[in-house]
Every structure is written in C-alpha cells, then in structure tokens.
C-alpha cells in the first residue's frame, strides 16, 4: 500500500491567495514524492471553516470532521505555519486545540489515532522565530501521537521589519532547500520503519 503525506497550510490567507507557506509546503511534498511518499494534497486550513473547540467533532457546519479524516488517512503531516508576533499563526493554535481529542481516542491496545504515523514542520515568516515555532508544533504534535524524525523542520525567516516573502525569492536559498530535502528523507525513512513494525501497546 502506498504511504501518502498531507499539507496543512495554516497561512491567514484563505482561497488562493499567494502564500509563502503554501509554497513551503509543497516543496516539502515534492521532496517527499522523490522518496516515494505520495502528496494528499494540501488543506488551507482558514477556508475549511474550523469551528472551535477540544472534540473531534463540533457539530452542525464544523468543517474538523473531513479534516481530521484526511490527517488520519495520511502517513505523513506536513505542517506549515507563516510566524506571527513570534508564534505560530492562529489557524495553526486551532488545530493543535482540535488533535487534542486524539488523547481520549486510544484503540484498544490504548495507541492514540496518530501513533505510527509522522509529522514535519514547515515555517515562514520575516521576523526571528522560526525554532520557537517548531518547539512548540513539535511538541503538540508529539503529545497527540505523532513521531517527530531527526531534522524535521525546514524553515525560511526573512530579515526582520523588512517585506520580502519567501515567495517572492527568486530561487529558493540553498540551505532551506537541503533542509527540506533532508526533512523530507528522514520522513520518508522513518514512517516506512513504523509502517514495518509500529509502536508496542502503550503502557
């Protein structure tokens, strides 16, 4: 069976507004493909109409439920986010608040819905931030079931107060684009060992 990997583009921008982070996270999708790790596509997570809240399912026009589902069917979560005053935007804060019904989502050998699968982070912005960020992605990711692979972050921080985007670079910069590729082959590696021989039943 063929391991995939979804986008979640947390970008403020919806629709199809130009975004740094959209960018960002198809090139980790595209170096994902080069390892065999089909794309599943990409989630904009402001135009799925997140209602708030800690449960998998909020009811009536909570657009959580289909998104869930795809993060669930996937083998990989690419997880891009653009820094906003330091921290991680807020469609990205949503998301961390929804995977935590994952905690109280055990099967029966008590293994959260994300166990075995893996998550790499992707972050943009023009402002000094970029390992803050990923601390603390990586650590809601984490405490939800996701394994985090050696080197899974990828990042591009602009010069700070200025208005260059990431998107608006001529080439991509040598050293973000080997961290992508390097993020995306620890990836790979990693889910296809979890994929042969998952987690044991938790405690």
Not at 146 to 166: C, H, K, L, R
Request: overall charge negative; glycine content about 12%; some cysteine.
């Amino acid at each position: 069976m063929a391991l995939t990997a979804l986008g979640l583009n947390c970008s403020l921008k919806g629709g199809n507004a130009p975004s740094s982070t959209e960018l960002l996270v198809r090139q980790v999708l595209t170096a994902l493909a080069d390892h065999d790790i089909e794309p599943a596509g990409i989630v904009r997570v402001v135009d799925a109409r997140i209602a708030h809240g800690v449960s998998s399912d909020e009811g009536a026009g909570d657009g959580w439920p289909a998104v869930r589902r795809r993060i669930v069917d996937a083998d990989v979560l690419v997880f891009g986010t653009p820094i906003w005053l330091g921290h991680p935007a807020s469609p990205a804060q949503m998301v961390l608040e929804r995977l935590d019904a994952f905690l109280g989502e055990t099967d029966d050998e008590g293994r959260m819905p994300a166990s075995g699968k893996v998550a790499v982070v992707a972050v943009v912005g023009n402002e000094d931030g970029a390992h803050h960020v990923g601390a603390e992605l990586f650590q809601g990711l984490n405490d939800v079931g996701f394994t985090i692979p050696a080197n899974g972050m990828t990042y591009w921080v602009g010069e700070a107060m200025q208005s260059t985007d990431y998107r608006d670079l001529p080439d991509t910069p040598e050293k973000t684009g080997i961290t992508t590729r390097t993020a995306a082959a620890n990836a790979a590696h990693l889910v296809r060992l979890l994929a042969g021989s998952g987690y044991p039943p938790a405690g």
